[in-house]
């Protein structure tokens, strides 16, 4: 009687921890999503200011050398 016991208590104890490892990986997952997200902002306001360079230098009418 006690080895089927200590099988399911360790069954229970494995799925405890699978459970808090999904949680980790899923906290994980949502900050990698926010520093992605930041990041696709920070290069997109790049890519405008960028942008906004080249048309001026286009106004000018002047070129790189």
């Known amino acids: ?7 399911i208590a360790l069954g229970f104890l494995g ?8 949680v980790k990986v899923f ?4 900050r990698l999503g926010r520093q992605v997200a930041a990041t696709t ?3 997109n306001r790049a890519s405008e200011d960028l942008e906004r360079a080249a048309a001026t ?3 000018t009418g002047e070129a790189l050398r």
Not at 1 to 7: K, T
Not at 15 to 22: F, I, Q, T
Not at 27 to 30: P, R
């Open 57 to 59: 230098l286009a106004d």
């Open 41 to 43: 902002r920070r290069i």
């Open 15 to 22: 799925l405890a921890v699978l459970g808090v490892l999904a």
């Open 1 to 7: 009687m006690f080895w089927p016991m200590l099988a």
């Open 27 to 30: 906290v994980e997952a949502q």
